[in-house]
């Protein structure tokens, strides 16, 4: 399974993101697909997850202003964010696996893809 990550980059505070991960190869088996984060120090945390059936997880601080969305006859999963802070600033990593269970390292990986939040 691969996994292409695109759509970071620099957004003023108060404004929006919109990221996109396509998966391809063997993603048949694929369950849930998700968005982690990892801040310059910190360890990578999920932000949101999504199962194949449309079931949604979030992390506390951004369940009112991210919103996780899949599309899977194209295999992609998207990420909008609003209302982005400084503190929203990280590498975000898509990733997948065959099960939902968000308490285990997801076994597929994207690249990174950062997003800076700055005034």
């Known amino acids: 399974v691969q996994l292409q990550a695109s759509g970071g980059g620099w957004v003023q505070t108060g404004g929006s993101l919109r990221l996109s991960c396509a998966a391809s190869g063997s993603i048949f088996g694929i369950n849930a697909m998700g968005w982690y984060r990892q801040a310059p120090g910190k360890q990578r945390d999920l932000v949101a997850g999504i199962t194949r059936a449309g079931l949604t997880i979030y992390r506390d601080s951004v369940r009112d202003r991210f919103t996780i969305s899949r599309d899977n006859a194209k295999s992609t999963i998207f990420l909008q964010g609003n209302h982005l802070t400084p503190e929203d600033t990280a590498v975000y990593y898509c990733?997948?696996?065959?099960?939902?269970?968000?308490?285990?390292?997801?076994?597929?990986w994207g690249q990174g893809t950062q997003v800076t939040v700055s005034s």
């Open positions: 990733a997948a696996d065959e099960t939902a269970d968000y308490s285990k390292n997801f076994t597929y």
